[in-house]
């Protein structure tokens, strides 16, 4: 079993910068792709950001691209995602997740574990 636990999520200004990490226990996440979702107020569940189990390979919404970067640390079993330029429109609750499968997946379906959330507010 794995757990997962975000943080890092706040109240920022329009143009402002989070850095997310999400910190995996239990059992080691380093042969597990990872990814990002966040849920909007009122929405779905959306694909943000993934990444592979050896953080060569990571793939984005459309509507973060060029703005935010996820990254992982396996040592520290750790993912990030790092937030920049950030909308309004990008204030959701952020969730990680686990696949286990070396290679993400846009899909929610297909992950295994997830976060508890932690919330990201944007203020114009």
């Known amino acids: 079993q794995v757990q997962l636990v975000e943080s890092g999520g706040g109240l920022v200004q329009a143009g402002g910068s989070l850095r997310l990490s999400c910190a995996a226990s239990?059992?080691?996440?380093?042969?597990?792709?990872m990814g990002w979702f966040r849920q909007p107020p009122g929405k779905e569940r959306e694909f943000v950001a993934a990444?592979?189990?050896?953080?060569?390979?990571?793939n984005y919404a459309d509507s973060v691209k060029g703005r935010f970067t996820i990254s992982r640390d396996n040592a520290k079993n750790t993912v990030y995602l790092q937030m920049n330029s950030l909308k309004p429109e990008d204030t959701a609750v952020y969730y990680c997740?686990?696949?286990?499968?070396?290679?993400?997946?846009?899909?929610?379906?297909?992950?295994?574990?997830w976060g508890q959330g932690t919330q990201v507010t944007v203020s114009s």
């Open positions: 239990g059992r080691t996440v380093s042969n597990y792709a």
């Open positions: 990444i592979n189990w050896r953080g060569g390979s990571t």
């Open positions: 997740a686990v696949r286990r499968a070396y290679s993400g997946s846009y899909s929610l379906n297909e992950y295994d574990y």
